[in-house]
């Protein structure tokens, strides 16, 4: 089993500022088949990054994702109000499908 | 718009099978692979498995052995068994459109199961 280590598991910064979330597998990750999701509150995840950098549809180009083997990372460039939530990735790229455990970006 | 709704009973008894319902609309749920996600109160994100729209199925090795899942084209539901639940099993459930088995795009709203007596 792939298990994912998210870090930090809060990161706490200021509307206007840069987020870089990472994500860690214990095995490589085959064919970058890495997503990162957001959570709000009370709301189902939001699939925000598929194949650990393509963008889904509608999602603004302040989200990046980046990496291979078994490192990733998820960029915010600029946080903006709605960017507050829960991140987390999942890695599809062997069973079982498994989660990170999430970091929460929370105001400063 | 994809839309997808779980339906089940919000409290079941420890040791009582839990049933739950997705049901889908705004696309047909064949030729397709429908993931069933929870999350325990306060919590991460746990996969449960997927099931394809011909029944086959991919289950979660840690809970594999009490999960059924089936599926019903001419209601365009899916559907989660899951045996003999504890309170561990307390938790917000999900159905999700999964992309060719892998990472889900639409997901429904989830229902919180809770497991008490």
């Known amino acids: 089993e792939n298990v994912l280590t998210q870090s930090p598991g809060t990161l706490s910064l200021s509307p206007g500022e840069r987020a870089t979330l990472s994500c860690r597998a214990s095995q490589t990750v085959n064919s970058r088949y890495l997503a990162w999701y957001q959570q709000k509150p009370g709301q189902a995840p939001r699939l925000l990054i598929y194949g650990a950098s393509i963008r889904a549809t509608g999602v603004p180009d302040r989200f990046s994702g980046s990496g291979s083997g078994t490192d990733f990372t998820l960029t915010i460039s600029r946080l903006e109000s709605e960017d507050f939530a829960v991140y987390y990735c999942?890695?599809?790229?062997?069973?079982?499908?498994?989660f990170g455990q999430g970091t929460k970006v929370e105001i400063k | 718009q994809v839309q997808l709704q779980v339906s089940g009973p919000g409290l079941v008894k420890p040791s009582e099978p839990l049933s739950l319902t997705c049901s889908v609309s705004g696309d047909s749920i064949i030729r397709q692979y429908w993931n069933w996600i929870r999350q325990s109160p306060g919590k991460g994100l746990e996969w449960i498995g997927y099931?394809?729209?011909?029944?086959?199925?991919d289950y979660n090795p840690s809970l594999k052995s009490r999960i059924t899942m089936s599926v019903d084209t001419s209601k365009n539901q899916v559907y989660l068994n899951l045996k003999s639940v504890t309170t561990a099993d307390t938790a917000v459930y999900y159905c999700?459109?999964?992309?060719?088995?892998?990472?889900?795009?639409?997901w429904g709203q989830g229902t919180l199961v809770t497991v008490s007596s």
């Open positions: 999942q890695q599809y790229g062997s069973s079982p499908l498994a």
């Open positions: 999700a459109r999964a992309v060719v088995g892998t990472y889900s795009d639409y």
């Open positions: 099931i394809y729209s011909t029944g086959s199925t």
